[in-house]
């Protein structure tokens, strides 16, 4: 587990720099790039992978508001993105989430 962890951090890390990708036409953060270069390691590009205990996002049933502050202050083995991730990006990456759910 702790290696998987490890591999997040590491793959977080690298792609930090990514910013001109993560921003919409409008300036506006792309909430589906940002969960694809910082969350889909764990929870897998459809929300369904699972590694390192990450949960099948595509059955959350949370709210906007938790899920923001799950992502910002991390959560059980969860990574906090708060220093990585401005509030309108954890803001577009918790709506991108919701289209997750089926």
């Known amino acids: ?20 990708k993560n921003t919409n036409a409008d300036g ?3 909430g589906e790039v940002i ?3 910082n969350c889909a390691i764990c929870h897998g590009a459809d929300g369904k992978l ?8 595509s059955k959350s049933t949370i709210g ?3 899920r923001k502050q799950i992502i910002t202050k991390g ?5 906090p993105f708060e220093s990585q991730l401005s509030r309108d990006q ?4 918790a709506v991108f989430i919701e289209s997750l759910r089926k």
């Open 64 to 66: 906007l508001e938790e």
């Open 28 to 30: 506006t953060p792309n």
């Open 1 to 20: 587990m702790k290696q998987i962890l490890f591999v997040c951090s590491v793959l977080l890390l690298a792609s930090c720099g990514e910013t001109k």
């Open 75 to 79: 959560k059980g083995a969860m990574t």
């Open 50 to 57: 699972g590694a390192g205990g990450a949960l099948d996002l």
């Open 90 to 93: 954890v803001h577009a990456v």
């Open 35 to 37: 969960y694809q270069q």
